[in-house]
């Protein structure tokens, strides 16, 4: 069975860091594009960012770019997302995704192009 695990949300003061953690059952990450989304209440997906499949090229919105970095371990199967000076505004559920596409441009960004999704961690960065 597919899986993606998402771990390592919880409460965070704002400045802090979290670290989140994805690891995918049923499939391998290499040979896929994997990105973490994250979503605020009432308000749309938003992608925050995405490691290409062969993890060499990496893809960051603009509302996190210089403070979240994502990187993925091939071994343990597991993409990772680093957030440092935590905003109360990063404040969501954080989702992981894979897409067996090549993702080019913004289309990153896009629910529909990923096939498999995780269930969600919550961060939430107190002020």
């Known amino acids: 069975e597919v899986q993606l695990q998402a771990s390592g949300g919880g409460l965070v003061q704002s400045g802090g860091s979290l670290r989140l953690s994805c690891t995918a059952t049923?499939?391998?990450?290499?040979?896929?594009?994997i990105g973490w989304f994250r979503q605020v209440s009432g308000k749309e997906r938003e992608g925050i960012a995405c490691?290409?499949?062969?993890?060499?090229?990496?893809y960051y919105a603009d509302s996190v770019k210089g403070r979240f970095t994502i990187s993925r371990d091939v071994a343990k199967n597991t993409v990772y997302l680093q957030m440092d000076s935590l905003k109360p505004e990063d404040t969501a559920v954080y989702y992981c995704?894979?897409?067996?596409?090549?993702?080019?441009?913004?289309?990153?960004?896009?629910?529909?192009?990923?096939?498999?999704w995780g269930q969600g961690t919550l961060v939430t960065v107190s002020s």
């Open positions: 995704a894979a897409s067996r596409y090549w993702l080019d441009g913004d289309v990153w960004q896009t629910t529909g192009e990923y096939h498999h």
């Open positions: 490691v290409g499949e062969g993890g060499d090229n990496t």
């Open positions: 049923g499939f391998n990450i290499d040979g896929y594009e």
